[in-house]
């Protein structure tokens, strides 16, 4: 293989690396790509709250739309719609309480008493 068609297949690789970088760009622009309209800031509506594996071809999945909370069976042939009009709950307020310490999400607390209970089982 000599050195020019090496050069003339960098050149081919390119331009067509450019073409499908333009075809993008352009996609983009005209709203074809995934999340074409894109609300600013925390204006959203739409969420995805949670996904949970049932087994190899099924999943649940939690969606939040303005305030309420659907539940959806994904996989196999066809989704099915579980349960819908769930009130989403509240958010968490991390404050401080009078003590001066903070008060932690329960993931943190669980995750504390286990450190705990491991230092004990060692000493």
């Known amino acids: ?19 499908i970088g333009l ?14 309209i894109v609300t600013p800031g925390n204006q959203r509506r739409l969420a995805i709250v949670e996904v949970k594996p049932v087994d190899a071809k099924h999943r649940l ?14 996989g196999g ?7 819908t009009g769930i009130d989403a709950p509240a958010p968490v ?3 401080d309480t009078g003590s ?4 932690q999400p329960a993931p943190v607390l669980q995750f504390q008493r286990i450190v705990d209970f491991i230092k004990e089982r060692r000493a």
Do not use: N, P, T, Y
């Open 23 to 36: 075809c993008a760009f352009v996609a983009r622009r005209m709203g074809f790509a995934a999340g074409g």
């Open 61 to 74: 999945m939690l969606i939040r739309r303005d305030g309420k909370e659907h539940l959806i069976l994904l």
């Open 100 to 103: 001066g310490a903070a008060v």
């Open 77 to 83: 042939d066809q989704s099915l719609l579980i349960e």
């Open 93 to 95: 307020a991390l404050a």
């Open 1 to 19: 293989m000599e050195v020019s068609e090496i050069l003339r297949f960098v050149a081919a690789l390119v331009f067509i690396i450019g073409l």
